[in-house]
């Protein structure tokens, strides 16, 4: 671990959360839904951010989010998250998904496998839900493809409990139209119940 | 872009902005009346931002749409000339683009207002962010404003109007590229009511006015000379001190400008620059931009490490705030200054300005430069911190200023 992550860690409620997923899955989209919620449970702090440069369809992108209960002054990119999500279970096979993921951090990943059954070893916890499954049965798609990233959402307040349900909802109802909220808000609620947690002694 | 509170101590909204919708709510709640751009990463969102506005009516600007950085600014220029509010923002290779209409724009002492998007320039080709584009700039005489988180883009733009139609000179507002541009973080937007109490409609001292046929900007001679009435006019030269003597003077405008806008909104910018914790620094960092927020993380940890460390975060770098800074940097021993620009064969540019700035004065600090993130590489605090320890090391060792910079990278 780095100093500026030691120094940052041991503040309480921080939270520098990365997520991966592959161009068009909405990654980023969810880790700005994220701060938002986060901003709306009362964390003065938030920042939301793509990784820099060029995205394309279908390839390994990564975002990141950042909270705390102070405005933020680091701006730089995120090196040892506390959370790391995994929209596309694919990805877990590239070293960079889990790197600089801290002791005792979370990794949340979409898998209909329990987290025993992923085969990562690392001092962090894992959470699992099959946010696939639960969005197919719902039909929440875009172009045919099945979305993932507001479902995952769940998992995420289930393992971490950095924010809650009502705020998440808030921020749903505000970045979506009347028309999308209610599937969006049902496959959150659908995947925090079904989220297995699997902490490190 | 959401809303998400209203908040009860002031009347404004706090929303989730990145660096590029906060510039583009800048110039609506600035009320511009002409919009020309070309899009170019990262800026492209800004303008796209407006041009939505235009065509929702949320904001009644012309939008024109051009085939060149250099014609953005050429049309910003003319309808500037005419009694127009003007915005356009570009980056990089759009910025170096236009060029030759910043010192038109600068030239002919017309307030327009520019964003700039800091992000490297080729060759190599990057799209990520350095202050080289606009460190390029620096001398075609436009007031340079850096912004170092997405409140002070929004601030800065309207501000930057009042200035520049105090003082008719041109105002860059610059900002990191992604790391701002693209960064949400939680922004307070005014209401436009209280916009236009500090803002008031913009009232042109209009040049060209087809009831008025005038000859602007024609060659001018060397030497002053008498007109066709007999009045004797002034030559190249004295144009350019009067640009100077502007730029000079502009000083007390920007500072003056920035306290009313604290009074009204309750964020003060009556500082050419950010202090943190100078008071008692022996050591102080200079940054510009984004990197002046990562500075304060550094600082924490070397203060924890036990170093008095202080901040001066260069917020106007043109005009340069030279007795200012010289004020702040007096009782330093030592200054570490970071630059994400490069004057080739010398050292980081504001490091330059430091220097220049400290001459002649009491001060004695010795001065290290650190070249740090070009394009797009990532300044950690930690590694700000590492700078800092190795300046102290080697000025233990004895070594006082040296001769050229030293750059945080893999060579």
């Given at each position: 671990?780095?100093?500026?992550?030691?120094?940052?860690?041991?503040?309480?409620?921080?939270?520098?959360?990365?997520?991966?997923?592959?161009?068009?899955?909405?990654?980023?989209?969810?880790?700005?839904?994220?701060?938002?919620?986060?901003?709306?449970?009362?964390?003065?702090?938030?920042?939301?951010?793509?990784?820099?440069?060029?995205e394309?369809?279908?390839?390994?992108?990564?975002?990141?989010?950042?909270?705390?209960?102070?405005?933020?002054?680091?701006?730089?990119?995120?090196?040892?998250?506390?959370?790391?999500?995994?929209?596309?279970?694919?990805?877990?096979?590239?070293?960079?998904?889990t790197?600089?993921?801290?002791?005792?951090?979370?990794?949340?990943?979409?898998?209909?496998?329990?987290?025993?059954?992923?085969?990562?070893k690392?001092?962090?916890?894992?959470?699992?839900?099959?946010?696939?499954g639960?969005?197919?049965?719902?039909?929440?798609?875009?172009?045919?493809?099945?979305?993932?990233?507001?479902a995952?959402?769940?998992?995420?307040?289930?393992?971490?409990?950095?924010?809650?349900?009502?705020?998440?909802?808030?921020?749903?109802?505000?970045?979506?139209s009347?028309?999308?909220?209610?599937?969006?808000?049902?496959?959150?609620?659908?995947?925090y119940?079904i989220?297995?947690?699997?902490?490190?002694? | 872009?959401?809303?998400?509170?209203?908040?009860?101590?002031?009347?404004?909204?706090?929303?989730?902005?990145?660096?590029?919708?906060a510039?583009?709510?800048?110039?609506?709640?600035?009320r511009?009346?002409?919009?020309?751009?070309?899009?170019?990463?990262?800026?492209?969102?800004?303008t796209?931002?407006?041009?939505?506005?235009?065509?929702?009516r949320?904001?009644?600007?012309?939008?024109i749409?051009?085939?060149?950085?250099?014609?953005?600014?050429?049309?910003?220029?003319?309808?500037?000339?005419?009694?127009?509010?003007?915005?356009?923002?570009?980056?990089?290779?759009?910025?170096?683009?236009?060029?030759?209409?910043?010192?038109?724009?600068?030239?002919?002492?017309?307030?327009?207002?520019?964003?700039?998007?800091?992000?490297?320039?080729?060759?190599p080709?990057?799209?990520?962010?350095?202050?080289?584009?606009?460190?390029?700039?620096?001398?075609?005489?436009w007031?340079?404003?850096?912004?170092?988180?997405?409140?002070?883009?929004?601030?800065?733009?309207?501000?930057?109007?009042?200035?520049?139609?105090?003082?008719?000179?041109?105002?860059?507002?610059?900002?990191?590229?992604?790391?701002?541009?693209?960064?949400?973080?939680?922004?307070?937007?005014?209401?436009?009511?209280?916009?236009?109490?500090?803002?008031?409609?913009?009232?042109?001292?209009?040049?060209?006015?087809p009831?008025?046929?005038?000859?602007?900007?024609?060659?001018?001679?060397?030497?002053?000379?008498?007109?066709?009435?007999g009045?004797?006019?002034?030559?190249?030269?004295?144009?350019?001190?009067?640009l100077?003597?502007?730029?000079?003077?502009?000083?007390?405008?920007?500072?003056?400008?920035?306290?009313?806008?604290?009074?009204?909104?309750?964020?003060?910018?009556?500082?050419?620059?950010?202090?943190?914790?100078?008071?008692?620094?022996?050591?102080?960092?200079?940054?510009?931009?984004?990197l002046?927020?990562?500075?304060?993380?550094?600082?924490?940890?070397?203060?924890?490490?036990?170093?008095?460390v202080?901040?001066?975060?260069l917020?106007?770098?043109?005009?340069?705030?030279?007795?200012?800074?010289?004020?702040?940097?007096?009782?330093?021993?030592?200054?570490?200054?970071?630059?994400?620009?490069?004057?080739?064969?010398?050292?980081?540019?504001?490091?330059?300005?430091?220097?220049?700035?400290?001459?002649?004065?009491?001060?004695?600090?010795?001065?290290?430069?650190?070249?740090?993130?070009l394009?797009?590489?990532?300044v950690?605090?930690?590694?700000?911190v590492?700078?800092?320890?190795?300046?102290?090391?080697?000025?233990?060792?004895?070594?006082?200023?040296?001769?050229?910079?030293?750059?945080?990278?893999?060579?």
């Open positions: 671990m780095t100093e500026s992550q030691e120094y940052y860690l041991c503040m309480q409620d921080y939270y520098e959360i990365r997520w991966h997923g592959r161009g068009g899955q909405g990654a980023i989209t969810a880790a700005k839904i994220l701060a938002q919620a986060a901003y709306l449970e009362g964390y003065q702090g938030v920042t939301a951010a793509p990784s820099f440069g060029a394309r369809r279908g390839a390994p992108v990564s975002a990141s989010t950042r909270i705390s209960p102070q405005t933020i002054m680091v701006v730089s990119q995120v090196e040892n998250p506390n959370v790391v999500i995994v929209l596309d279970h694919t990805l877990l096979k590239y070293q960079e998904v790197s600089g993921l801290v002791k005792g951090g979370w990794l949340i990943v979409n898998s209909w496998r329990p987290p025993k059954e992923l085969d990562i690392g001092d962090f916890n894992i959470a699992t839900a099959d946010a696939t639960v969005c197919s049965s719902l039909g929440l798609a875009v172009a045919g493809l099945t979305v993932v990233n507001t995952i959402l769940g998992a995420f307040i289930r393992a971490t409990e950095a924010v809650g349900m009502a705020s998440i909802e808030k921020a749903i109802r505000e970045r979506f009347n028309g999308e909220v209610g599937i969006n808000l049902a496959a959150i609620a659908q995947t119940e989220t297995k947690l699997e902490k490190i002694g | 872009m959401i809303f998400v509170s209203k908040k009860k101590t002031r009347k404004a909204s706090t929303w989730i902005l990145d660096g590029n919708h510039a583009a709510q800048g110039a609506k709640l600035s511009v009346q002409v919009i020309a751009a070309y899009p170019i990463t990262p800026q492209s969102p800004v796209e931002t407006l041009s939505e506005f235009v065509e929702r949320e904001l009644g600007a012309q939008y749409a051009v085939e060149s950085e250099h014609s953005a600014l050429a049309v910003c220029t003319s309808a500037s000339m005419v009694g127009a509010r003007t915005f356009t923002a570009t980056s990089a290779h759009g910025l170096a683009y236009m060029h030759e209409m910043l010192h038109w724009a600068a030239g002919a002492r017309l307030p327009v207002v520019l964003a700039c998007v800091n992000r490297a320039i080729g060759a080709w990057s799209v990520l962010n350095d202050q080289q584009d606009s460190i390029s700039q620096r001398d075609t005489g007031i340079q404003i850096y912004a170092r988180n997405n409140q002070e883009i929004l601030d800065s733009i309207i501000q930057a109007y009042k200035i520049a139609e105090s003082v008719y000179i041109p105002v860059m507002v610059c900002y990191d590229g992604y790391i701002l541009s693209h960064t949400e973080m939680p922004v307070d937007v005014p209401t436009q009511e209280d916009v236009d109490r500090f803002l008031p409609q913009y009232k042109p001292h209009t040049i060209l006015d009831a008025n046929p005038k000859n602007y900007n024609l060659v001018t001679l060397a030497n002053p000379r008498v007109n066709a009435e009045v004797l006019c002034h030559g190249y030269m004295e144009l350019r001190y009067l100077q003597e502007a730029l000079q003077n502009s000083r007390e405008t920007i500072t003056t400008v920035g306290r009313e806008f604290g009074e009204l909104f309750g964020r003060s910018y009556a500082r050419m620059f950010w202090e943190d914790r100078l008071d008692d620094a022996d050591i102080i960092i200079v940054a510009m931009g984004s002046a927020m990562e500075a304060i993380v550094a600082a924490d940890m070397l203060r924890e490490a036990g170093h008095k202080g901040i001066l975060g917020r106007v770098f043109r005009p340069f705030p030279k007795s200012d800074v010289v004020q702040a940097l007096e009782k330093a021993r030592l200054v570490v200054v970071f630059d994400k620009n490069i004057s080739y064969g010398i050292e980081g540019a504001t490091c330059s300005e430091i220097k220049s700035a400290l001459y002649g004065s009491p001060a004695r600090a010795v001065i290290r430069n650190f070249i740090v993130g394009g797009g590489r990532d950690k605090a930690r590694e700000l590492d700078a800092v320890n190795k300046s102290l090391l080697s000025l233990k060792e004895g070594v006082l200023n040296k001769e050229y910079p030293e750059w945080i990278c893999a060579i």
